[in-house]
């Protein structure tokens, strides 16, 4: 079925606009997704790389037998896998 309509300039530049508008919007829409999971994976990453800091220092406290500061580092590599579960 084919319909007669007669669209003038001014029709067709309104149309136009509208579908340019509804792409801008759902191209907003996908970036702002990606920023999260993008700022996601790197806090992720940035809060693993301590955690292996920590493990390092851990290991040196345990090795010279400063169990002060060892104990207080396993609390913080202990905080800091919560904080990863949580990013899962």
């Given at each position: ?16 606009d ?29 809060v693993?790389?301590q955690?292996?800091?920590l ?34």
């Amino acid at each position: 079925m084919r319909l007669n309509v007669k669209l003038t300039q001014e029709d067709i530049n309104k149309i136009a606009d509208t579908v340019v508008e509804k792409i801008l919007r759902k191209q907003i829409e996908y970036d702002y997704a990606y920023d999260q999971v993008h700022q996601q994976n790197l806090t992720y990453d940035m809060v693993l790389q301590q955690m292996v800091g920590l493990q390092l220092l851990l290991s040196e406290y345990i090795t010279t037998e400063d169990y002060e500061k060892a104990e207080l580092t396993k609390n913080k590599i202990k905080q800091l896998k919560v904080i990863l579960d949580k990013l899962k």
